[in-house]
């Protein structure tokens, strides 16, 4: 059903797909032949697992979108891509993406814009949200169980929301990014899609272990430590009975947001309320530069990362002349040129500008420092404590709380064509303002899901307007309770 889906379907969903046949059959009628015994390997035994193209697999191509490496396919799996396999999983195809990771629309892709699954009211194409909207649309049209994502800024949330799927951004640090493609190591993660939060908790617990070849991987020793400090008389309650103290952000609360998104968020409220949970206002001042600050810091990382694409070291070669007749004296410059889309040749300038002598106090230091507060807003309104903080920031006056929801972006999807091309008069900014509610939980590398909510009553309209993404984030560690808080919602 799956693989018949992923034929028919043109959203341009996948940049490898499965074969229809193949080895991988054989795996499934094993798992299922498990499954009739009663003696299945793990709850995603035989399931087909969509993978974003910028995670490492051995039987098929990982071109990150890019054409740089349009031929490349790695010697070896990601760890995540073992850890499914062990539990049973097949991946089930490789799917689209902003190239390397870069973008809210899924549109920067060397092999064309994913489309949404589902259209407005007046059948315009929308867009899928990105930059892991392949895997996001793989979900929501029934072409494979789960998808991963990785999410930097939110490149598993937005597509989320964008689809009506879930998409869940785990603590920075406990899932292995061995073998998952570098856009800004100290936000990368990799995040989960699936139609269920249940389905995303299931792959969460397989993924969720110490990896000695990822030295960001937190250690077994501190994955103890947090749990016992998690399971503290105080707060253990909060995963079974005790209603919860939920969080409402006053500064999410912004003129831009789509009414129908302003709904979702009140809807979900009102319905915690209703289930017993308290709500409260809480201030967290800071977010209105978190996104300033993710601009200037993912594409400074991303610069540096980058560098290593020459031709030489990794990268399709682009040999021939330079404009002296010289043979291959700019292979680099051609490398690059041709093999980089205008985005990602963006951030590089950006980047490479920001972390340059003259400007790093003024850009890249500063924006250090707006993580930093970040960071310490988060702290302030959580009843938990910061697992990892060595010193712990000062609580006078602030609301306590387990949990923050809000939207996971200001609008619902806007149509492609308006996102696509020169013509359609919309600028880098105006895609990057996309992620001005998912980059704050990244900065701070907390657990965040987004669940859809549906706003309307009548079921048989399902067009986008309809459901909203909502997010949840939660203190460092807390992600059960921010996946419990989810499924409540979804
Ligand atoms: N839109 C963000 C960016 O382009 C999202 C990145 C991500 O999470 N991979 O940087």
Redesign the pocket.
Known sequence: KYIANQHAHGFNTFITPLPRAGQWLDRVKQADKRREQGAPKSPIDGCLISIKDNICTRDLPTTCGSGILSKFTSPFNATVIEQLENAGAVVAGKTNL?EF????HSTNSRFGPVKNSRRDGSGHDLSAG??SGGSAVAVAAGQCYAALG??????VRLPAAYTGTVGFKPSYGLVSRWGVVA?ANSLDTVGILGNKTSIVQDIFRILNQHDERDPTSLSTFTRSRILSQLQAPQLASRLTSTPLRIGVPIEYNISELTPSVRRAWLLSLAYLQEQGHTIHPVSLPATKHALSAYYVL?PAEASSNLSKYDGVRYGTRVEGPDSDGQPDSYLYANTRGSGFGGEVKRRILLGTFSLSADAMDNYFIQAQRVRRLVQQDFNAVFAAEHPLAAVQDTRLGAEQIDILVCPTAPSSPPRLFDVTGPSSGSSPLDAYVN?VFTVPASLAGLPAISVPVTTSQSSHNSSAGDVAGIQVVGQYGDDELVMKVGELLE
Request: proline residues 0%.
């Open positions: 902003d990771g870069m973008g809210s990105g930059s990785t999410d930097t800024g939110g490149s856009y993912a992620d």
